[in-house]
């Protein structure tokens, strides 16, 4: 509770969900102690906890773009390539790739065929390290306003 109302949205909405997918809390026990009036800020974190995301930084470009009005959806299954992270208007796949889930050479070669045959198919393709979508949040929306102005490639 006392995350909830004192971390940081990001930080906040990131613990619910361990808090749930990881620790088997359920959302009725979490609601259940958000009852009094002073946990208004929680309860609206809470609700944004929805088991998405499976990153914190997933979470924080989530909120991210929530802020700037896209429309987006999550953990997206396109045939042939597998689930992205985030695909914007039906077409931009954005991915949020964390150094702990490429420390391979396999894993880069999967990623980067991947993002090929995505490609091949009309999709655009943008990856962020988790530290662009943190320190860098500004350049990461335009450099997506930008693609999005261009529009969807052919495929």
């Not at 809390?25 to 002073?38: G, M, N, S």
């Not at 914190?56 to 009005?69: C, I, W, Y």
């Not at 198919?121 to 350049?139: F, K, R």
């Amino acid at each position: 509770m006392h995350g909830l109302t004192c971390l940081n949205e990001v930080d906040a909405v990131a613990l619910a969900q361990s808090a749930m997918q990881q620790h088997g809390v359920t959302r009725a026990i979490l609601e259940a102690e958000l009852t009094a009036k002073y946990y208004g800020t929680a309860r609206k974190r809470l609700a944004k906890a929805d088991g998405l995301s499976e990153s914190v930084p997933e979470v924080s470009a989530r909120l991210l773009f929530e802020s700037a009005g896209f429309q987006f959806r999550r953990q997206v299954q396109i045939p042939g390539v597998g689930r992205v992270d985030i695909l914007i208007e039906g077409w931009l796949i954005v991915e949020i790739n964390g150094f702990q889930f490429h420390s391979s050479r396999a894993a880069w070669r999967k990623d980067m065929t991947r993002s090929n045959t995505a490609q091949t198919q009309g999709y655009a393709v943008l990856s962020y390290a988790p530290e662009q979508i943190w320190n860098s949040p500004d350049l990461v929306l335009q450099e997506i306003r930008a693609v999005l102005e261009r529009g969807r490639p052919r495929g």
